[in-house]
């Protein structure tokens, strides 16, 4: 089994940064990648941005250039920096982690709000 353990989420002004932490225990082997997902209300969840154990990286589109993914392999923990915050930013924010057969864990989420 895989815990998941989000932190960082919180109140910000659009403008402002934020950066979120995920580390992982227990059975942690086989990792292909993590990432970052997101679900604001009403709405379905989304990628926000992945990176694999190799570091290859991939981003939402509304999130390019604001939003950096990163990745302690050693420490078994995924950062996501996140810059120039907006409203539309606000949701809650769930870690993953899917192993090299595909299979797939989350965390319990991070709200992150963004004011104006």
């Known amino acids: 089994q895989v815990q998941l353990v989000e932190s960082g989420g919180g109140l910000v002004q659009a403008g402002g940064s934020l950066e979120l932490s995920c580390s992982a225990s227990g059975n942690i082997v086989s990792i292909d990648r993590m990432g970052w997902y997101r679900q604001a209300p009403g709405k379905q969840r989304e990628l926000v941005a992945s990176?694999?154990?190799?570091?290859?990286?991939n981003y939402a589109a509304s999130v390019k250039g604001r939003f950096t993914i990163s990745r302690d392999n050693a420490q078994n923990t995924v950062y996501l920096q996140m810059n120039s915050l907006k409203p539309e930013d606000t949701a809650v924010y769930y870690c993953n982690l899917v192993r090299l057969l595909g299979i797939s864990y989350w965390g319990k989420g991070t709200l992150v709000t963004v004011s104006s």
């Open positions: 990176i694999t154990r190799g570091g290859s990286t």
